[in-house]
C-alpha cells in the first residue's frame, strides 16, 4: 500500500507537471481548443497526489490511470499524427501507465488487472502501428512536435524507470516481510490479545480473541496489513493452529481462577484452516491437550466460507459441536450468507457487524439492518452480538432492539491475558458469574482471530 502511495505520488506530480507545461505551451503556439486535451491532466495529477496522501491510493490511482489514458489517446489521435518529419511520440507514456496499473491492481481480480494492462498496451500496438486519428493537417507544428517528442520520450523513460523501481523495491520488502512473518511464526513473535464481551447487565461473558504481531524493528503491526500476507503465503495455517492452541491454553489459565472460571474465549477459523482434511482432529486434539472444557470454546466463521463445499462444513461443524464446541457467524450481512445458509448450518450466535454499528445514530438503513438481524437471530434461536460498540447512545439503540450481547471500545480494548484476568476479576466483585451454558443454550461471546 505504502509503495503504491508512492508511485501514485510520483506520476501525480509528473502528470500535473507535464499537462501543465503542454497546456500553456498550446495556448502559446497553437490554440485554446487543443490546449483543452492536456489541461484536465493537471487537475487528474493533483488529485491523485491528494488521495494518495490520504490513504486512499486506490482512487487516486483510478482517476489517474484515467485521465492519463484519455489523455494521451486523444493526443496522439489529434495532435501528434506521425509525419515525415517526426513520427507519433505521445503513446509512449502508455508503457508506464501500463506497468504502473499492474502493480496498483495486484490486488484485485486476475480477469481485471491483466484486462485493464492488456487493454492499455493493446492501446499502445495500435497507436504506434498505424496511423489512426485525425488528419495530419490538424497536428501541431513539426517543429513543435520535435521539440515535444524529445520531452516526452525523456519523460516517459523516467516515468518507466520510476515504475520499475518501485515494483523492485515491493517485491524486495514484501520477500522481507514474508521472511519475517514466517520468523514470527516460528520463534513464536505472535501474541493473542482479548477484547471483552458482556451481557446487557453488564457482566463478561467471555473475550475475543485477537490475533497481534509486535515486530522487533517495526512495533506492533495492524493484522489488516499482514493476514491478507499470511493467506497468500500460506502462513495462515500455521498461524490458525497455533492460535487455537494458544486459545485452549489461556482458557485453561482462565478455569483455574474462580472469578473467570465461567468465561469463553472465541477464535476466527480461516477459510483456509477449515477446508484442511484433519481440522475437526487437529480442534480436538488441542482442546484435549489442554484439558479445557469444550463448551468455553466458540468458533467463529466469517460468509466466506459458504463460497463452496457446504456439506463438507457441515459436517465439521456438526462433528464439533456434538464434541461441544459452539459457532458464531461473524460480521453478518457483509458477506455471502443466506437464510438458506442459516437454516443449515449449526450456528449458535450472529454477530452485526461494526459496519453496521458505527452509523446507528445517523444513517436510518444501518438501523434497520440492525434491527432485522437481531429479530431473525432470535426467530431461530441465536444469540445476536453487537460488534464495535463505542458509545452509550449505540448501546441503549442496540438493547432496545433486543441485543443482548456487546462488544466493543465502551466495554473495554483488547488486551493481553494477564489485564483480562484483572479487569474480569474486577468486573466479578460488582456482578454475579452466570451459570455454564450447555451448548444448546444461548451461546457465549465470540471473537475473530484478526480483527
Not at 376 to 392: D, F, I, K, P, Q
Request: some cysteine; charged content about 20%; aromatic content about 6%.
Amino acid at each position: 500500500m505504502r509503495r503504491v502511495a508512492l508511485l501514485l505520488t510520483v506520476c501525480g506530480w509528473l502528470t500535473a507537471v507535464m499537462a501543465l507545461g503542454w497546456t500553456l505551451c498550446l495556448l502559446k503556439l497553437a490554440s485554446w481548443q487543443a490546449a483543452l486535451i492536456p489541461a484536465p491532466g493537471v487537475a487528474a495529477g493533483l488529485l491523485a497526489v491528494w488521495f494518495g496522501s490520504r490513504g486512499r491510493p486506490y482512487i487516486g490511482g483510478t482517476i489517474e490511470c484515467v485521465a492519463l489514458y484519455t489523455m494521451v489517446c486523444l493526443t496522439s489521435l489529434f495532435l501528434d499524427q506521425t509525419t515525415d518529419q517526426m513520427p507519433r511520440t505521445t503513446h509512449l507514456f502508455l508503457v508506464p501507465l501500463a506497468t504502473g496499473a499492474y502493480m496498483a491492481l495486484r490486488g484485485s481480480s486476475k480477469l481485471l488487472r491483466h484486462g485493464i494492462v492488456a487493454f492499455i498496451f493493446l492501446t499502445f500496438v495500435v497507436l504506434a502501428c498505424t496511423s489512426l486519428g485525425g488528419h495530419p493537417a490538424h497536428n501541431l507544428p513539426d517543429e513543435l512536435r520535435i521539440i515535444g517528442g524529445k520531452v516526452n520520450t525523456v519523460a516517459a523513460a523516467v516515468a518507466m524507470y520510476l515504475a520499475m523501481h518501485i515494483m523492485q523495491a515491493d517485491v524486495e520488502a514484501r520477500n522481507a516481510y514474508e521472511s519475517d512473518l514466517r520468523e514470527a511464526v516460528r520463534t513464536g513473535q505472535l501474541a493473542l490479545h482479548y477484547q471483552p464481551q458482556v451481557d446487557h447487565d453488564g457482566r463478561m461473558l467471555g473475550a475475543e480473541a485477537l490475533l497481534r504481531w509486535p515486530h522487533p524493528r517495526r512495533g506492533m503491526i495492524s493484522p489488516a496489513e499482514f493476514i491478507p500476507l499470511a493467506e497468500k503465503s500460506g502462513l495462515i495455517l500455521p498461524m490458525g493452529e497455533w492460535v487455537l492452541d494458544t486459545a485452549c491454553a489461556h482458557l485453561a489459565e482462565l478455569a483455574t481462577h474462580p472469578d473467570t472460571a465461567h468465561l469463553t474465549i472465541s477464535v476466527n477459523i480461516s477459510v483456509h484452516q477449515i477446508r484442511q482434511p484433519d481440522f475437526v482432529v487437529q480442534a480436538m486434539a488441542a482442546i484435549e491437550r489442554h484439558k479445557v472444557d469444550p463448551r468455553r470454546l466458540k468458533m467463529e466463521l466469517t460468509e466466506s466460507v459458504f463460497a463452496r463445499d457446504m456439506d463438507d462444513l457441515i459436517t465439521k461443524m456438526k462433528a464439533l459441536k456434538q464434541y461441544g464446541v459452539s459457532f458464531s457467524l461473524d460480521d453478518f450481512g457483509t458477506g455471502y450468507s443466506s437464510l438458506s445458509y442459516l437454516k443449515r448450518l449449526p450456528l449458535d450466535q450472529l454477530k452485526i457487524d461494526q459496519a453496521f454499528v458505527r452509523d446507528l445514530l445517523t444513517q436510518p438503513r444501518d438501523l434497520a439492518i440492525a434491527k432485522t438481524i437481531v429479530d431473525l437471530g432470535t426467530s431461530l434461536n441465536m444469540a445476536v452480538m453487537a460488534e464495535g460498540v463505542e458509545t452509550r447512545e449505540q448501546h441503549q439503540i442496540l438493547e432496545a432492539m433486543g441485543c443482548r450481547q456487546f462488544q466493543g471500545y465502551l466495554f473495554g480494548k483488547p488486551m493481553p491475558m494477564a489485564a483480562l484476568l484483572e479487569q474480569a476479576t474486577r468486573t466479578h466483585a460488582h456482578t454475579p458469574a452466570p451459570a455454564p451454558a450447555r451448548p444448546t443454550e444461548e451461546p457465549r461471546a465470540g471473537a475473530p482471530v484478526h480483527a
